[in-house]
C-alpha cells in the first residue's frame, strides 16, 4: 500500500509564492513518474507538472517559468515551488505518482489528498 501526503497549501496573495510537497510512504517498491494536478471548482483535472525519475520535466503553459517541479527520491517526496502566483492559479493540488509496490510486478498510480492553494488579488 502506498500513502500520499501532501501539505505546503494555503492562501497567498498575488505575486507570492508557495512551495508544495507530497511524501509517498509504504510498501514502495520503485517509483517512475511523479506529477502534480490541479483542480478548480467546476473545472477538470488538469496536469501542472510531471518529473520523471531521469528527472526530465514537462509544464503546463500556464505555469512555465513561475512553477519548479523537482523531487528528492531518497525521502520519496515531490516538490512544486510556485512563484508569481495568479488568481488564476487557485485550485486543489493533488500528487500523482507511478510506482510499483514489493509485492506486486505492476506499475500503478497513486493520488495525493489534495491541498488547497487560494492566490487573492
Known amino acids: 500500500q502506498v500513502q500520499l501526503v501532501e501539505s505546503g497549501g494555503g492562501l497567498v496573495q498575488a505575486g507570492g509564492s508557495l512551495r508544495l510537497s507530497c511524501a509517498a510512504s509504504?510498501?514502495?517498491?520503485?517509483?517512475?513518474?511523479m506529477g502534480w494536478f490541479r483542480q478548480a471548482p467546476g473545472k477538470q483535472r488538469e496536469l501542472v507538472a510531471v518529473?520523471?525519475?531521469?528527472?526530465?520535466?514537462n509544464y503546463a503553459d500556464s505555469v512555465k517559468g513561475r512553477f519548479t517541479i523537482s523531487r528528492d527520491n531518497a525521502k520519496n517526496t515531490v516538490y512544486l515551488q510556485m512563484n508569481s502566483l495568479k488568481p488564476e492559479d487557485t485550485a486543489v493540488y493533488y500528487c500523482?505518482?507511478?510506482?510499483?509496490?514489493?509485492?506486486?510486478?505492476?506499475?500503478?498510480?497513486?493520488w495525493g489528498q489534495g491541498t488547497q492553494v487560494t492566490v487573492s488579488s
Open positions: 509504504g510498501s514502495i517498491f520503485s517509483i517512475s513518474r
Open positions: 500523482n505518482i507511478w510506482a510499483r509496490v514489493s509485492s506486486d510486478y505492476r506499475w500503478r498510480d497513486y
Open positions: 518529473i520523471a525519475s531521469g528527472g526530465s520535466t
